[in-house]
């Protein structure tokens, strides 16, 4: 089954295995001693987040190491560049409304 990387980050534990593994690759033991699950519950999330592109393997002898591919995320910031942008404009509406408030007390 084709996932999309939003399937991904739905999740928080997945959310959490990216935020660790953006600071370095790490193993699924390794992985799984900062989770109250096992090790197999963490290769789920591997598992999936793997289908979505957005973690690769490296084998580094008996180990594999996940490590976070920066470009898929790049994705994610993409769509989430058009609400920015309208955040953005609704907090500059929102310091020219406090700024005339704070005017007319004075």
Same mark, same amino acid.
């Given at each position: 089954m084709r996932r999309d990387i939003f399937q991904a980050i739905a999740d928080p534990t997945r959310r959490a295995i990216i935020a660790m593994i953006a600071l370095q690759a790490m193993t699924p033991n390794a992985l799984a001693d900062?989770?109250?699950?096992?090790? =197999?519950?963490?290769?789920?999330? @591997? /598992? %999936? #987040?793997? +289908?979505? +592109? @957005?973690v690769h393997q490296e084998f580094r002898g008996r180990e594999i190491y996940? =490590? #976070?591919? %920066?470009?898929?995320? &790049?994705? %994610?910031? &993409?769509? @989430? +560049? =058009?609400? /920015?942008? %309208?955040? +953005?404009? /609704?907090?500059?509406q929102l310091d020219e409304l406090l700024f005339k408030l704070k005017n007319n007390k004075s």
């Open positions: 900062h989770f109250n699950m096992t090790r =197999q519950g963490v290769s789920k999330h @591997l /598992r %999936i #987040l793997t +289908e979505c +592109e @957005l996940y =490590q #976070l591919e %920066i470009a898929k995320m &790049k994705e %994610i910031d &993409k769509w @989430l +560049e =058009q609400f /920015r942008k %309208i955040w +953005e404009n /609704r907090f500059d």
